[in-house]
């Protein structure tokens, strides 16, 4: 059982024209290669049934440069046709409270996971769907909005009275021996210079005990024993409000909202960030899988230039010299393709493991060139002024400070509080009140406090300058790299039909003698170069196009721009064959 290695082929929408499109569909046929077919704008409607058409992905889905494009027949059958979902269509999650249960982790274990069937077929506004379900990234921004709203939300009731029920129940063991005799003794010492005689007689007779003393031994027991045992119950009803705290209940909520915001402006800002890579490395894939797919051509023409060299060496046309140069020049294109494949397969693992899926993704959106201008340059400035998250994190950064400086001017405000207390049962004990206080002195430096809060304030608002200006700029020059993708990869097009020429001449003069074999493969590397280099060119104007999206806060607008491209570059598969 060995893995093989082939191109699968599928009729576009609309074909070249010219001699040049005979030579390519006849090089396509031998080859077993072939081209994908766009993304139709009629497949709009057919979003529902992407996943159950998908293909079932294969175990062992590797590319096997081993392999030599006639060692299977052409393969006609093409791929299901991808059932795109709705171009630019694809929101931002936008989760809440109500969005999350209160059991901790909905009790599954941890970390939680989202199981996902993504299709071995996609095209990018497919891909993108999956990406916000399937992104750890933009799960954990979620959890950590919710979080945010959540503890914003828990203080809607600081400014509301507080009630309290407070209930005691105890029970109470006394097990006590009291000695009198110090006591006693004490006493009998006090008595007895009380009935000493008086200095001045008085005029009734007192009677005087011969023993006083022994009228406390008499009825005072020198130790008294106690035993108690009691129950205790006790309930009571507390309310506390703060009727007046200067504002300070109000600049914690607002803060704790600011906070809220930012986090949601930092998930838009990563969610735009993973679309734009998302783009990028999708089309990057489409690029290697193309620019291998060229290389294979020239291999296959190149090995039947060698093989033509080693008949005209056989009849003495060229010298031995010639035969190894060509030779050597077969031993370039091998390597080439070789490290052209391994390059297919690493793009296609950075898609895979991005969509976390276990199997290679196909991409089915083809590199594109729109031909057509730009909008101006004003006209992206003003998406980004309307939608880039980062005026809104500034945004929420000057909330943010506006109740931090707030809360420090309550410092000099006082504080007004309620309160009540009452005991169940008894109807009688009860208190309420009303406490105020108001700092004068002492503590942290209220002046200090509110001279940094200022300076926060003033941090905020020079921080939406320089983000206006970097953000400007950063349009600028996007639009620019726009502009010179698009110029650029019309240019090639002459470079192009040149190499065809000399193609063609070499292979002329090669019949006839005056050119060697190893010019005929030069051009003919030379020909698959200028297509390589013309596809690398539409490559790069997507490349730009999604960091111009992005620099407007607008990622998937890029699915706009992709379906209005007069220019679509073929879309190129690997599959593997087991024989």
Known sequence: MTSKFRFIRQSLPHARKGSAQALQVALYAALGCGIAQPACADDLAKTANAASNAPTALSTDKLNPDATPTDTPPVITAPPSPQPVDIAQVPAVEYSAQNFDKVINNGVPFPPSVEV??????????????????????????????SNALRADSTRNLNKPVVFIGATAAHA??????????FKNDVRTDLGNLANPLPVPLPIPVPTPSDIGGLIDDNVPNNISRDVNRNLANANVTVLWSAYNGNRTQSVTDLLNGMTDESRADASLSLDEQ??????????TQLAIMAAYLRNQALHAIQETDHAAQRSLDVGLISRVDRLEAKKALADAEYENIKALNDAQLAMTALQRMLRTPYAVRPTSPLFVSTKPLPPLAYFQQQAKQHHPAFAKVAAKYQQAQA???FSEANYRPTVTVFGRAQAGTADNWIAGVAANWKLWGGIDRDASRQSSLAKLHQAEFSQVDAADNIMLLVEKNWQSVKNAQQNYIALNTNIELASEMLRFRRLG??????????????????????????????DYVQALADLMQSCGTPLAFNQYMQSADIKLPAIYFEQRAS
Request: cysteine-free.
């Open 275 to 284: 679309y734009t890579t998302l783009a990028k490395r999708y089309f990057q």
């Open 404 to 406: 931090l400086h707030a």
């Open 117 to 146: 069937n993504v299709p071995s077929y996609l095209t990018l506004s497919q891909a993108q769907a999956y990406l916000v379900q399937v992104s750890p990234k933009v799960a954990a921004d979620n959890a950590n909005i919710v």
């Open 510 to 539: 090669f019949q006839e003698g005056v050119n060697t074999a190893v010019e005929v493969m030069q051009a003919e590397a030379n020909l698959q170069k200028a297509k390589t280099e013309q596809a690398k060119a539409a490559n």
């Open 173 to 182: 063991h006394v097990d006590v021996d009291i000695d009198t005799k110090d």
